[in-house]
């Protein structure tokens, strides 16, 4: 608790800084707050994946991860045949994880989470998610295996 306090500290600290040189930049982390609303959007759509519950996880889905992948309908097909079956395989999440305040490759500041998902044989399976506020909602930004980009 004390670490989270001291993060966001430095992180309105280091807000204030970038604004007073004129960057917005600052705005946009000073709105992610603390990872914990963050995580919830992780684990709903975790949660929904595991549901076979692709319209909710879409819901969940940054608009701009949709266009990357070639739309709605194809972002669809990727959670049907390859996402939610992989998260069935693994329903359980392992205790521990990291967090991390960072940005994705368009500069969208928000929390980077890898957490450990189990297979019923044991199996681990490292996932990353980046969750970021985009037009005033947090969304999944990005998921792939931890330490793949």
């Known amino acids: 608790m004390i670490l989270r306090g001291f993060l966001i500290a430095s992180l309105l600290f280091l807000a204030c800084q970038m604004k ?7 705005l946009a982390i000073y709105d992610q707050g603390d990872s914990g609303k963050h995580e919830k959007v992780l ?15 879409l819901a969940l889905s940054s608009k701009n991860m949709i266009a990357r992948t070639g739309g ?18 693994f329903p359980n999440i392992a205790k521990s994880g990291t967090e991390r305040f960072g940005s994705d490759d368009a500069g ?14 044991g ?10 506020r985009e037009d005033g909602v947090l969304v999944v930004s990005r998921f792939a295996k931890a330490g793949k980009r």
């Open 108 to 121: 969208h500041y928000g929390w980077i989470f890898t957490r450990v998902f189990l297979g019923a044989n």
């Open 72 to 89: 709605a309908a194809k972002q669809r097909e990727i959670y049907i045949n390859k996402t939610i079956p992989v998260l069935k395989a």
């Open 20 to 26: 007073s040189f004129g960057d917005d930049r600052a």
């Open 123 to 132: 199996q681990e399976l490292p996932l990353e998610f980046t969750i970021f």
């Open 43 to 57: 684990l709903a759509f975790v949660a929904s994946a595991q549901a076979g519950d692709a319209s909710a996880m």
